[in-house]
Nanobody, 131 residues
Framework: QVHLVESGGRSVQAGGSLRLSCVASGFALDDILDYDAIKWFRQAPGKEREGVSC????????VYAEPVKGRFTISKDDAKNTVYLQMGSLRPEDTGVYYC????????????????????WGPGTSVTVSS
């Protein structure tokens, strides 16, 4: 059974940094036959959920949403089966609940930009950035 669990969210001052973790189980991050990509999303209060960053299983290609480019870095540790989101130069508008989600592998590998839906989601971790 696939499970994702996020952690690392907390309150922080603007300009600060945080590292979020997404521990995966039920599939292996080092097996390109298991999944196509893992993506971080966030949802701010009163707003729709938005994609933040994605990492593909093949070649570990990464994709970032425009608002976080140059400030956030997605990475993975296969030994720990964990995906990270390193967030820097945090702004109040980065406040929200952050979720990780996985798109399991299909017959033809998909890149981050091709994936329409994600199969499993974590419960989320809350980030609050104060000015």
């Amino acid at each position: 059974q696939v499970h994702l669990v996020e952690s690392g969210g907390r309150s922080v001052q603007a300009g600060g940094s945080l590292r979020l973790s997404c521990v995966a189980s039920g599939f292996a991050l080092d097996d390109i036959l298991d999944y196509d990509a893992i993506k971080w999303f966030r949802q701010a209060p009163g707003k729709e959920r938005e994609g933040v960053s994605c990492i593909e299983s093949i070649d570990e290609i990464t994709v970032y949403a425009e608002p976080v480019k140059g400030r956030f870095t997605i990475s993975k540790d296969d030994a720990k089966n964990t995906v990270y989101l390193q967030m820097g130069s945090l702004r109040p508008e980065d406040t929200g609940v952050y979720y990780c989600a996985v798109a399991l592998a299909e017959a033809h590998p998909r890149g981050c930009d091709e994936i329409q839906t994600y199969d499993y989601w974590g419960p989320g971790t809350s980030v609050t950035v104060s000015s």
